[in-house]
């Protein structure tokens, strides 16, 4: 009896199915052809007030034939039949068995009647005595045994691949293959063992019903089998054993959505801030040392944006105090030859507004300006300056903006006058947040947009400064977040321009229980029990890297971080540029961990090449938390994973990443790794993995290569101390 009780199964049947097995049923599955006239009242004598339909349903289990008493309303109910005669007939119409049964139980009117083995479109006929408490009825019915229905799960559509941020839809198609009879069913959609959802559906003889699942939470970043299952059909199928479908839907955690999400279309550049001087006397290099390798660590480094301090006293003597001024500028254009050599695009920066805001002496200062620049290019043949700036931070300054505007403008003309312009562009700002003490009118809103609606004609792009310290990080994100508000919210659209990150740096502090307390300037001191110098942190590097990954999130076009290697500006600040990349040549010029942690990201992007964002993006990514308080130190963003990408032209594909729940580590997390998976990926690719810092050591390794699958889904684990590039590109 197919696993179930006779009470049981033809009660539900009955009950819950007979009225589809009758709609579906071809001519003969019921023995009265209408069922539209009114059974009399038991009060008339002459007509019967009971009937009764036959079906039987027959398949590999054997057939069985169901009894189903109609009465009318006012009428007792049939529980028993005293006699049921049941003539089953062969194919040739030739009666073949006849059952004979008595006292057939028919709780509820309904009494099933097992037949052994029937073949399909047999002639069954049934002679019943029902008796009720008043008197016994003959009732007839003749009817065709018909196959069970037999459901099967004919497709699941689901993705390949979803976030598991992102609810999906499934679909699919429940079928009827034996073409006799319809059934009730439940449908289920599951994964192993946890159900997601479930539906109760009808299939029709022969037919096809589709079964939606919509808003199905995958949140688990694994690969999940989904599984599709028919169960519970009413009447019992033939078959059992093709219910269920199944397909895979890899879920991850991030992912490069199609198509792309360009949030910049071709990086200018990472790269760091080159001392000018590092060849002039300023500059004590070792008696008998020399430079060392610190040059070959430099070019090593491969940076991609540089910029360079041109100062009109130190390099031109303008106010007449720097009678040697010479070698300092032959080491400035030294520095730039290095910067060349490293195959950077380079900013120039005219340092120093004190005395360019002279009265009458602004067009002189930017022709001395414009003379650097093109002795620079045609003369010492340094084509990759393509940058130049007027004024270091103004808005921190004593120079007004209509000043700033004049300087910008003379410049520009000498450009176009001596051929250059089409050379070098233009960056305007390298703005502060504000001024140091605090007045209104030189906040970096009021002064970029000044700029951006009176200057625009001969501005390229527009620069910030951001520095923050170790232990205040939320800086970093609120600044990034208030510049992008600024950029492309505050600025209307006609007036927008690619935004850099020109000047950014981690801050310690002048003062560490047991060290000596230093000017405020030197603000160097990691508080750990050792009173580390900053730049010799790892944490140094995990935040700058992180800065990098974060600006490139906002479509920063470049930036350059303060600064490459160990050196002194000028006598004003001695000793107060504590954020090398190469250190003092006393220590033999060692590398940083911020110097691994650049370097990874300038060997696995190029200039020119897409920024494309990486998936989920969420308004808090992205939002000012603290919008128009100056010094806004605080972040409406959870640590998490922070993940950014790179395209290049012919298929190159990098994706950058960490996990600033490490934001705060200077040594090895004791944690386990921190598994990344990540989708939208091209199928079959191999991608080189390359870790900064895995051992806790500071320093790059390659932790090997990992393929995508047919879905396009990569995974694998990095250290909570560390950070990962993802890349086609060769690393070593």
Not at 123 to 144: M, P
Not at 170 to 181: A, K, M, T, W, Y
Not at 191 to 203: F, N
Not at 285 to 298: H, L, R, T
Request: aromatic share 8%; glycine share 8%.
């Amino acid at each position: 009896m197919h696993g179930q009780s006779l009470t049981t199964r033809w009660r539900r049947a009955a009950q819950v199915a007979l009225a589809a097995l009758c709609a579906a049923a071809t001519a003969g599955a019921v023995s009265t052809a209408a069922r539209a006239e009114k059974l009399a009242s038991c009060a008339d004598s002459t007509e019967t007030p009971y009937r009764i339909d036959l079906t039987a349903l027959t398949g590999p289990g054997g057939a069985d034939a169901t009894i189903a008493v109609e009465r009318a309303p006012d009428c007792a109910a049939v529980e028993v039949l005293e006699k049921v005669q049941l003539k089953i007939f062969a194919a040739d119409g030739a009666l073949d068995d006849v059952r004979n049964l008595k006292d057939v139980a028919a709780p509820d009117g309904i009494a099933n009647v097992e037949l052994g083995t029937v073949e399909r479109h047999r002639r069954i006929e049934a002679d019943v005595l029902a008796r009720t408490s008043e008197r016994t009825y003959v009732l007839r019915a003749d009817t065709t045994t018909l196959l069970r229905p037999d459901l099967v799960v004919a497709s699941l559509d689901a993705p390949a691949h979803t976030l598991s941020t992102r609810a999906i839809g499934v679909r699919g198609e429940i079928e009827e293959l034996n073409g006799d009879v319809g059934a009730t069913a439940t449908v289920t959609l599951s994964w192993g063992p946890s159900v997601l959802a479930t539906q109760t559906i009808t299939v029709p003889s022969g037919g096809r019903v589709p079964v939606t699942f919509a808003g199905v939470a995958l949140t688990t970043p694994v690969p999940v089998e989904l599984t599709l299952r028919v169960s519970d059909a009413s009447p019992a199928e033939t078959d059992a054993t093709n219910n269920a479908r199944s397909s895979t839907v890899d879920v991850t955690e991030h992912q490069l959505p199609t198509p792309r999400n360009v949030l910049f279309p071709s990086l200018v550049g990472y790269g760091t801030q080159f001392n000018g001087h590092l060849y002039a006397p300023i500059t004590p290099w070792p008696a008998g040392q020399g430079f060392g390798d610190a040059e070959e660590k430099v070019r090593r480094l491969e940076p991609q944006l540089v910029r360079i301090f041109y100062n009109d006293n130190w390099d031109g003597n303008a106010n007449g105090l720097f009678p040697d001024w010479q070698v300092n500028y032959a080491s400035f254009v030294k520095s730039v030859e290095l910067a060349q050599e490293t195959g950077a695009t380079i900013d120039i920066s005219f340092q120093n507004l004190a005395n360019a805001r002279l009265p009458g002496a602004i067009q002189p200062a930017m022709a001395k300006f414009a003379d650097v620049l093109e002795d620079l290019v045609r003369n010492h043949g340094l084509t990759n300056v393509m940058w130049a700036e007027v004024g270091n931070e103004p808005n921190s300054g004593a120079v007004t903006l209509e000043e700033y505007n004049a300087l910008y403008r003379a410049l520009h003309a000498q450009l176009v006058a001596r051929g250059l312009r089409d050379q070098i562009k233009l960056m305007g700002g390298g703005l502060v947040e504000a001024h140091p003490t605090g007045i209104p009118d030189r906040h970096h809103y009021v002064w970029m947009k000044w700029i951006a609606a009176n200057m625009g004609d001969v501005i390229d792009g527009y620069a910030e400064h951001v520095y923050w310290w170790y232990d205040r990080s939320g800086r970093l994100e609120y600044r990034l977040r208030d510049t992008y508000n600024l950029m492309t919210r505050e600025i209307p659209a006609e007036q927008r321009k690619p935004s850099y990150m020109m000047e950014f740096g981690i801050r310690g502090y002048n003062t560490c229980t047991g060290k000596p307390n230093l000017p405020t300037a030197n603000q160097t001191y990691y508080r750990d029990q050792n009173c580390t110098d900053i730049w010799r942190s790892n944490i140094a590097a995990f935040q700058q890297l992180w800065f990098n990954i974060a600006s490139a999130q906002l479509g920063t076009a470049g930036t350059a971080k303060w600064d490459a290697y160990w050196g002194m500006y000028d006598r004003s600040s001695p000793n107060n540029q504590y954020f090398w990349m190469v250190g003092p040549p006393t220590e033999g010029s060692p590398l940083t961990p911020t110097y691994h942690a650049m370097s990874l990201l300038f060997h696995v992007t190029e200039p020119g090449w897409q920024i494309i964002g990486v998936d989920p993006w969420e308004s808090n990514d992205w939002s000012v938390s603290a919008y128009g308080v100056t010094g806004g130190a605080t972040s409406n963003d959870q640590p998490e994973k922070e993940l950014v990408g790179y395209a290049g032209p012919d298929g190159e594909l990098t994706i950058v990443g960490l996990d600033t729940n490490g934001r705060d580590l200077n040594t090895a997390a004791t944690t386990p790794p921190v598994p990344y998976s990540i989708g939208g990926l091209p199928a079959h690719t191999t991608f080189n993995v390359a870790l900064w810092n895995a051992s806790g050591d500071g320093v790059n390794s390659l932790a090997g290569t990992v393929a995508t699958n047919a879905a396009g889904v990569v995974r694998f684990e990095a250290p909570l101390h560390a950070a990962f590039a993802l890349t086609t590109v060769p690393v070593s």
